[in-house]
């Protein structure tokens, strides 16, 4: 079966072929970052990133059909993220999406966006262990899931201000380091000093399990100002590598604690961040002690792109045969269905 998807949530534009059945591969995949449009604001304007996905989305669905070797009449399901996201680029995806449908009557599979960052793993390691811990981590979204099974996750926590990746966004534009801030610090960041820069692990008031960042965003600005420290001090890399340290064991640490009292048999860490070098490597430590198998996706996969998206919605097609993939009536929603334990597809 050939699976066309679509992501168009935040500031990637992106269409992926997947093949899937007897034999599992993407064909092709075409991501257009916005990234250099976005980079003189420190973040994503929602309304340019809207208009670029409405720009390119036609020229990159053809260019990952002739990659593929195929043409439109070829394709057997579209997959499209639903949400959450920023709610124009979703709905320049779902509009694209729909055209499609109905010109080749293909059924239209939406998927969730977090969802899809977990199954980015399984593109390159089929055969992922249920029970399962899931944290996606990204510029939009710091969730953690335990998934029972594929279609059942529930939510062990979530962040309650920034994401992480958001943190790490504005503290490369606090210090001047330029955007998207995520790999602008790994490349700067020396080996930290938690003497000379100490950073709290974060405690929730009110006994919430639940992820927050803000406080340690507040305390690397208070920091840099103590020691003014600047973009080209000679103190940065060691002050970027406690900061990064710190919040890498801060998401250790949380998802050890969810593992430790929920019989999983496996860890996935997703999404953007999870690119990140010091995040895998306290990652793999921590999981090699408790004897759990640890996955992340390729480093393509972790940040947006679509075979995540084309991938999942061949999943949920196969599990869900029953679902009406013919509706055209389907909206696209900015924020996270997943608000509290339950079933969510
Ligand atoms: O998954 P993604 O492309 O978009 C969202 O769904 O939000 O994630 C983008 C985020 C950005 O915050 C970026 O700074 C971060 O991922 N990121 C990284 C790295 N590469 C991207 N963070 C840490 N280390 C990296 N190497
Ligand atoms: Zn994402």
Redesign the pocket.
């Known amino acids: 079966m050939i699976v066309l998807g679509i992501e168009t ?4 534009t992106a269409v992926a072929i997947a093949e899937r059945g007897e034999r599992n591969l993407i064909r092709a995949e075409e991501v257009k970052s916005q990234i250099p449009l976005h980079a003189r604001f420190g973040g994503v304007v929602p309304e340019i990133a809207s208009r670029n996905h409405c720009e390119v989305i036609d020229d990159l669905a053809e260019t990952a059909l002739a990659r593929a070797g195929l043409g439109p009449g070829q394709v057997d399901l579209l997959a499209l993220t639903q949400g959450p ?1 920023l709610l124009g680029s979703l709905l320049v995806g779902l509009s694209f999406a729909k055209g499609v449908a109905l010109r080749h009557r293909l059924p239209l599979v939406a998927v969730d ?1 977090i969802m899809a ?1 977990v199954e980015a793993a399984f593109i390159d390691h089929p055969t992922i262990a249920f029970p399962l811990l899931a944290l996606v ?5 710091t969730t953690l899931l335990h998934l029972p099974e594929r279609f059942a996750p529930q939510v062990v926590a979530k962040t309650r201000d920034d ?4 943190i ?2 504005k503290a ?1 534009k606090f210090l001047g380091l330029g955007y ?4 602008i ?2 490349r700067l960041a020396a080996p930290g000093d938690p003497r000379r820069f100490p950073f709290a692990v974060p405690k929730m008031s009110d006994g919430s399990n639940d992820f927050s960042f803000s406080g340690t965003k507040s305390a690397l600005l208070r920091l840099a100002q103590q020691h003014g420290i600047t973009a080209t001090s000679p103190e940065l890399p060691t002050l970027i590598g406690s900061f ?1 340290e710190a919040v890498a064991d801060y998401l250790v640490q949380k998802t050890m604690a969810a593992a430790d009292s929920s019989q999983v048999r496996s860890i996935v860490v997703a ?3 999870s ?3 010091i ?1 895998r490597e306290r990652f793999q430590r921590a999981t090699k002690q408790r004897g759990l198998d640890l996955f992340f996706p390729a480093p393509d996969h ?3 792109n679509a075979s995540m998206v084309a991938w999942l919605g061949y999943e949920k097609y196969r599990a869900f045969p029953k679902l009406n993939y013919a509706d055209l009536y389907l909206n696209s929603y900015s924020r996270a269905l997943f608000r509290g334990p339950g079933r969510h597809r």
Do not use: K, Q, W
């Open positions: 949530s935040c500031d990637e996201g966006h960052h981590v990204s510029g939009g979204h994401a992480a990746g958001e790490l966004d490369a998207p801030g995520g790999p610090l790994e990064l999404g953007g961040v690119r990140n070098r995040l972790c940040t947006d």
